[in-house]
């Protein structure tokens, strides 16, 4: 079951880091998505660049981080009040 979800998720994942800069906004965005063309100015942008890390960093992955952190630091404080009072 692993090998099929990889095979599906490859061509997906190998398109995820091609970001493109625009010069003419300062806009970074995926090329895969808006057809080769800037959302916001609508001029193509042919010079894929390496992105910022804040540009490629998972968003997602830091909120759930944030959430489990959070989560744990609250039962900690739950077990700590009901054995300390």
């Known amino acids: 079951m692993s090998s ?3 095979r599906l998720r490859g061509p997906l994942r190998s398109h995820r880091d091609q970001f493109v800069f625009c010069p003419e906004d300062g806009f970074w ?3 895969l998505y808006s057809e ?3 959302p916001v100015c609508g001029k ?3 010079d894929p660049g390496p992105a ?3 540009v490629r960093f998972d ?6 981080a944030a959430l489990g952190i959070v989560s ?4 900690v404080l739950v077990l700590v009040m ?3 009072g």
């Open 4 to 6: 099929v979800a990889t």
């Open 29 to 31: 965005f995926r090329p």
């Open 36 to 38: 080769g063309k800037c």
């Open 44 to 46: 193509t942008v042919a």
């Open 52 to 54: 910022p890390l804040l």
């Open 59 to 64: 968003r997602f992955s830091l909120g759930l």
């Open 72 to 75: 744990l630091g609250m039962t």
């Open 82 to 84: 009901y054995f300390a």
